[in-house]
């Protein structure tokens, strides 16, 4: 019963494509997050919604969009895909902002993006 | 603009000693701090969260502390197991321009010897 799932884990395309990963979390949070950690793991917040509204936009290219059909969904869609965007991307969630600061943020196993 | 810095990078240490992580950050105006622990090819588990108001955690081996005026934290960990291997990440919670979000620092990666 994994709380965060993202699907895929591993994903290999080449540059220009159209790309989706998918998350999901089963804990009942009103908060999803999409983070990107580079090449030195670093990892930096990209867009957060909260109850499907997006809250959060970093600056992310506009070929990353985020959708959040329900509160327990957030996929991100990647148009034209480059090089540089290679890196794992996590999802996370957390029971919201509605519940205080002082809230744990849960993380799904990453998908780690490939551009050739 | 926060910065979050975590120093060593990389830290070996012999089963069964106890070791201290580092943490620091710019900007004292910090919710919460958070320590997370990353496994190779795995997302990230929340491991302690220290409010601002608080002076530390602990939870089991682990103990977090937290010096918001000098932007520090620590995390103390007793009686190292190898299972204890892994990267080890403090992320800070503040607001910024109307919005809430965590600043990560680099890591810990942390390998303890057999």
């Known amino acids: 019963d994994t709380a965060v799932s993202q699907t895929p884990k591993y994903l290999v395309t080449q540059m220009g494509n159209d790309k989706s990963i998918k998350c999901e979390q089963n804990?009942?949070?009103?908060?999803m997050y999409w983070y990107k950690q580079d090449s030195k793991k670093f990892l930096k917040i990209m867009f957060s919604?909260?109850?499907?509204?997006?809250?959060i936009n970093e600056t992310v290219p506009n070929r990353f969009s985020p959708k959040s059909p329900d509160k327990a969904h957030l996929n991100l869609h990647i148009n034209s895909l480059e090089l540089g965007d290679s890196a794992v991307y996590f999802c996370a969630s957390s029971r919201g902002i509605s519940q205080g600061r002082n809230e744990k943020l849960f993380f799904g196993s990453g998908t780690q993006l490939s551009v050739l | 603009k926060q910065e979050v810095t975590q120093i060593p990078a990389a830290l070996s240490v012999p089963e069964g000693e106890n070791l201290v992580l580092n943490c620091s950050f710019t900007?004292?105006?910090?919710?919460?701090l958070q320590w997370f622990r990353q496994d190779p090819g795995k997302g990230l588990t929340s491991l302690l969260l220290i409010q601002s108001s608080q002076r530390e955690q602990t939870s089991g081996r682990l103990n977090a502390s937290l010096d918001k005026s000098s932007g520090r934290s620590t995390l103390y960990i007793a009686a190292s197991q190898p299972g204890d291997s892994a990267t080890y990440l403090c992320?800070?919670?503040?607001?910024?321009?109307?919005?809430?979000?965590?600043?990560f620092g680099t890591g810990t990666r942390l390998t303890i010897i057999p």
């Open positions: 804990l009942g949070h009103d908060t």
């Open positions: 919604y909260n109850n499907k509204e997006l809250i």
């Open positions: 900007d004292s105006a910090i919710y919460n």
């Open positions: 992320a800070v919670r503040q607001r910024d321009f109307g919005n809430e979000k965590l600043t």
